[in-house]
């Protein structure tokens, strides 16, 4: 399936799982395109400033892929600053939250599995 950057939905929430400010979600596929195979397939986007707060993962999963900026992953306490290229998968139960504490505009892709 080919589907075309005009073709994606984009929306806007505020204060996901009580962070800070708004993420843009612009959902790469949906999940029934996915065959609910997935949750969701996005690119986030953040400004400075926002974040996703922390929240489990069990029995689904979840990827980070650093697209763009600099994102400070907190993964069961322990935080990093992911850059392009970095990546994190948590489930099993694991906790994570991510913030962009930089002054620039971030986006990651974020893949939530069933």
């Keep these: 399936m080919f589907k075309m950057k005009n073709e994606m939905n984009r929306l806007v929430r505020e204060n996901v799982r009580n ?5 843009g979600f612009t959902n790469v596929f949906e999940k ?4 609910e195979k997935c949750n969701l397939c996005a690119v986030l986007d953040f400004e400075p400033g926002t974040s996703i ?3 489990p993962h069990n029995p689904d999963a979840e990827l980070y ?3 763009e900026g600099e994102l400070t992953v907190t993964e069961n306490g322990v935080k990093k600053t992911l850059k392009p290229g970095d990546a994190v998968f948590t489930g099993g139960g694991s906790v994570h939250s991510v913030a962009n504490v930089s002054n620039s505009v971030a986006k990651m ?4 599995i069933r």
């Design 19 to 23: 962070g800070n400010g708004t993420v």
């Design 32 to 35: 029934e395109e996915l065959f």
């Design 53 to 55: 707060g922390e929240h």
């Design 65 to 67: 892929y650093i697209l």
């Design 109 to 112: 892709l974020a893949i939530v």
